[in-house]
């Protein structure tokens, strides 16, 4: 049975049903995706870094409990996303060598330091905030595993980033100097957050067919306005001041006006050299490595739980 | 781990005429994870996990899939266990299926005025 597989492809993403594991597919479709899914879930497993460094220093038990629930999530989330990729022909093991290889990335954000705790009510509501903007439309991806991931992440992101509207919130009302702590806060990690949404929408390279595909709804430029405009009024509520001047209300465009983007920050950070990337990746290898002990040991353990007889050497047959 | 009949499908066998096999992965072995959310639903497939061996998977399944109380029983099944039907899943399979209308109520004419049928 001859079938133009390539025609049925595209017929099925234009009718908005989903493409699944063992569909025929483009290559360029799976490695496009491959890439994406995969960067998503390093960032996933990344992002825990900046915010574990203050769980041993959260300021109460309460938040201590919170902020290690939250990085719990995002080990979750990593989780969800590598095992949509494998089911693109990639093992865990090449993910995670790309990863630590430096040959894929994760997202720049988390290249910025975390360096007090109003940073961490800073990334929950801002860095949770804008990826909440790009996943959402994601939870409609094309691609089935991808797009289910998605929906549960979705689900579990939006505590993530009320706690960070909450400890701003908190820290804001507090004393002059929780003020300004907060306010610091959100003076550094502003336009890192909009960086989030990449490149403008005429220098986004890959997006045109990712649009075609169905992998992406949204522009960049798109996704960024429309966090922008939700975001402004909850700095209001908080009482801080975003840190651009040129944020203002456009009533034609029915959107705010913001200032220019520091493209050049994002493309030295993207680039390798923004304030951590040596440090995370860093870690990341080191975690991996000083782990390897017990996942030896839970494999050499269910090896003898399987075979009991093997690997005791001088055992009673031998002896007999 | 075979899995090439995986529901995941985790096979690269999607490219046209390829034979290709699973990847080896030097890890540990795929599980599938099924959940039951209440008493009185299926258990339903909500993703993968690798793990050493079962016990571990049904760990690690609660740790991943169940931290807001997802469910009250989980299964795990080896991947490499699950038969499933074609690598295309618009393959032709289903289709006798399709031209037995009558075995849908629809099928029937029902006279007006007549109850309970
Ligand atoms: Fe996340
Ligand atoms: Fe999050």
């Known amino acids: 049975m001859i079938v133009d597989w390539e025609a049925e492809f595209q017929r099925t993403i234009d009718a908005d049903s989903r493409i699944e594991p063992r569909d025929h597919m483009p290559e360029?479709?799976?490695?496009?995706?491959?890439?994406q899914i995969a960067q998503h879930a390093h960032s996933e497993i990344i992002g825990m870094q900046p915010e574990g460094n203050w769980i041993t220093r959260a300021p109460s038990l309460k938040r201590k409990a919170i902020l290690m629930a939250k990085v719990q999530d995002e080990a979750g989330h990593g989780l969800y996303l590598y095992s949509a990729a494998e089911t693109l022909g990639v093992s865990r093991d090449q993910l995670i060598e790309l990863l630590h290889t430096g040959r894929q990335k994760y997202s720049s954000i988390f290249n910025y330091p975390t360096l007090t705790w109003a940073d961490i009510g800073a990334v929950g509501w801002l860095v949770d905030g804008a990826a909440i903007c790009n996943q959402v439309p994601l939870c409609r991806c094309s691609y089935g595993p991808y797009?289910?991931?998605?929906?549960?992440?979705?689900?579990?992101?939006?505590?993530?980033?009320?706690?960070?509207?909450?400890?701003?919130?908190?820290?804001?009302?507090?004393?002059?100097?929780?003020?300004?702590?907060?306010?610091?806060?959100v003076d550094r990690w502003w336009w890192p957050a909009i960086m989030m949404f990449g490149p403008t929408d005429d220098e986004s390279t890959h997006s045109q067919q990712s649009m075609t595909w169905g992998i992406k709804r949204f522009s960049n430029d798109e996704l960024r306005?429309?966090?922008?405009?939700?975001?402004?009024?909850?700095?209001?509520?908080?009482?801080?001041?975003?840190?651009?001047?040129a944020l203002r209300w456009n009533d034609e465009r029915g959107h705010y006006d913001f200032g220019p983007i520091d493209w050049a920050e994002f493309w030295q950070v993207v680039n390798g050299d923004g304030p951590c990337n040596r440090q995370r990746l860093a870690q990341r290898v080191?975690?991996?490595?000083?782990?390897?002990?017990?996942?030896?040991?839970?494999?050499?353990?269910?090896?003898?739980?399987?075979?009991?007889?093997?690997?005791q050497a001088g055992s009673s047959t031998a002896a007999a | 781990m075979a899995g090439a009949g995986s529901p995941n499908g985790s096979v690269p066998g999607s490219v046209p005429g390829s034979e290709a096999t699973e990847p080896a992965s030097r890890g540990w072995p795929l599980w599938e994870v099924f959940i039951r959310a209440r008493r009185g639903l299926a258990h339903n497939h909500v993703g993968s996990l690798h793990a050493a061996d079962a016990e571990l998977a049904m760990g690690m399944?609660?740790?991943?899939?169940?931290?807001?109380?997802?469910?009250?029983?989980?299964?795990?099944?080896?991947?490499?266990?699950?038969?499933?039907?074609?690598?295309?899943?618009?393959?032709?399979?289903?289709a006798s299926a399709a031209d037995k209308p009558y075995r849908h109520p629809t099928f029937y004419d029902v006279p007006a005025?007549?109850?309970?049928?």
């Open chain 1, 225 to 245: 306005q429309r966090f922008i405009d939700m975001t402004v009024p909850q700095a209001d509520a908080l009482d801080l001041t975003l840190p651009d001047p």
């Open chain 2, 113 to 117: 005025g007549v109850k309970h049928l």
């Open chain 1, 147 to 185: 797009a289910r991931g998605m929906v549960r992440i979705c689900k579990e992101e939006s505590f993530h980033q009320r706690q960070g509207f909450e400890i701003l919130r908190v820290l804001s009302a507090g004393t002059a100097a929780q003020h300004a702590m907060a306010q610091d806060a």
């Open chain 1, 28 to 35: 360029s479709y799976r490695a496009t995706l491959i890439r």
């Open chain 2, 61 to 94: 399944a609660r740790d991943v899939y169940t931290r807001r109380s997802e469910g009250v029983s989980i299964w795990v099944v080896p991947t490499a266990s699950i038969t499933a039907s074609s690598p295309d899943e618009k393959d032709a399979f289903f």
């Open chain 1, 286 to 311: 080191a975690a991996h490595v000083e782990g390897a002990w017990v996942r030896d040991a839970a494999t050499a353990y269910a090896a003898k739980r399987a075979d009991p007889g093997a690997g």
